[in-house]
Nanobody, 114 residues
Framework: VQLVESGGGLVQAGGSLRLSCVYS????????IGWFRQAPGKGRDFVAS???????RYADSLEGRFTISRDGAKNTVFLQMNSLKPDDTAVYYC?????????WGQGTQVTVAA
């Protein structure tokens, strides 16, 4: 299983970014692709996820600012992030949960300047 993230960068507070995760090598029909983030000195936190059936979950703390979506034909999951805050600064990781086994991408840095 391979997960490759892209789309991170530096943005001013209030701005937007769209992250992409291209996944490959998944041989099962039932899996969930999600996003997690890890701020400096903190643990890795759940952000959002979407499963093959389209069921979506979000972390309560996002206040509706982020949207996860999927292009199944391109094996890509997106995370649209709006109204970004400095507290959103973190490395964002793509995750595949396949029968309770977890696979991770290398992460993409998102930095939000005040």
């Amino acid at each position: 299983v391979q997960l490759v993230e892209s789309g991170g960068g530096l943005v001013q507070a209030g701005g937007s970014l769209r992250l992409s995760c291209v996944y490959s090598g998944i041989m099962f029909d039932d899996y969930t692709i999600g996003w997690f983030r890890q701020a400096p000195g903190k643990g890795r936190d759940f952000v959002a996820s979407i499963n093959v059936g389209g069921r979506i979950r979000y972390a309560d703390s996002l206040e509706g600012r982020f949207t996860i979506s999927r292009d199944g034909a391109k094996n890509t999951v997106f995370l649209q992030m709006n109204s970004l805050k400095p507290d959103d600064t973190a490395v964002y990781y793509c995750n595949a949960n396949i029968l309770s086994r977890h696979y991770w991408g290398q992460g993409t840095q998102v930095t939000v300047a005040a």
